[in-house]
T-cell receptor
């Protein structure tokens, strides 16, 4: 089985712009979670989608949003980018409801905001 | 609410020495426990998991972890480390009563020196 894929792998944006990141989960996985990883804050949970519905949400401002499509692929969007949004954004997939929630991570998208 | 505390942010050891990475958790319900490893410029990979049954779980590359319910701990150990074990290690808990919501620790950087 192919692993979790994330596109693009690297991105450079300017303050005030918006960005969309994409994640394709492992085939058969219905849950997709997004995390932000920075040296100062560590790994922080953004949100989780299951069957196109947001199931859990972390403590991030409304500039961060996401969605999931019927094929389980997910996108996250960050509007009005700030310098502090520079981070590695990780996507993880899991089988979903009723499972032990071991997660399979993609390689991440490295976002740099200048 | 659940939380995870990794007691050491940095652990330097010499090659072939034993190592223990400590993880304590707090939760009002029974949880599932995981250790993930992150190599430089990569996403996280599942190292091992505790779901139920034997409190000692092992990975294929020589790591083991022991679930201690009374001490709410899930420490990771390896009797003899290699240079290639240098990475960041994350402890995580998953709450099966809350759609499997996962909480990660801040990570421990293991540096193996020759």
């Amino acid at each position: 089985k192919a692993g979790v894929t994330q596109t693009p792998r690297y991105l450079i944006k300017t303050r005030g712009q918006q960005v969309t990141l994409s994640c394709s989960p492992i085939s058969g996985h219905r849950s997709v979670s997004w995390y932000q990883q920075t040296p100062g804050q560590g790994l922080q949970f953004l949100f989780e989608y299951f069957s196109e519905t947001q199931r859990n949400k972390g403590n991030f401002p409304g500039r961060f949003s996401g969605r999931q499509f019927s094929n389980s692929r997910s996108e996250m969007n960050v509007s009005t980018l700030e310098l502090g949004d520079s981070a590695l954004y990780l996507c993880a997939s899991s089988l979903g409801a009723g499972r032990a929630r071991e997660q399979y991570f993609g390689p991440g998208t490295r976002l740099t905001v200048t | 609410a659940q939380s995870v505390t990794q007691l050491d942010s940095q652990v330097p050891v010499f090659e072939e020495a034993p190592v223990e990475l400590r993880c304590n958790y707090s939760s009002s319900v029974s949880v599932y426990l995981f250790w993930y490893v992150q190599y430089p410029n990569q996403g996280l990979q599942l190292l091992l998991k505790y779901l139920s049954g034997s409190t000692l779980v092992e990975s294929i590359n020589g790591f083991e972890a022991e679930f201690n319910k009374s001490q709410t701990s899930f420490h990771l150990r390896k009797p003899s480390v290699h240079i290639s074990d240098t990475a960041e290690y994350f402890c995580a808990v998953s709450d099966p009563t809350n759609a499997g919501k996962s909480t990660f620790g801040d990570g421990t950087t293991l540096t193996v020196k020759p």
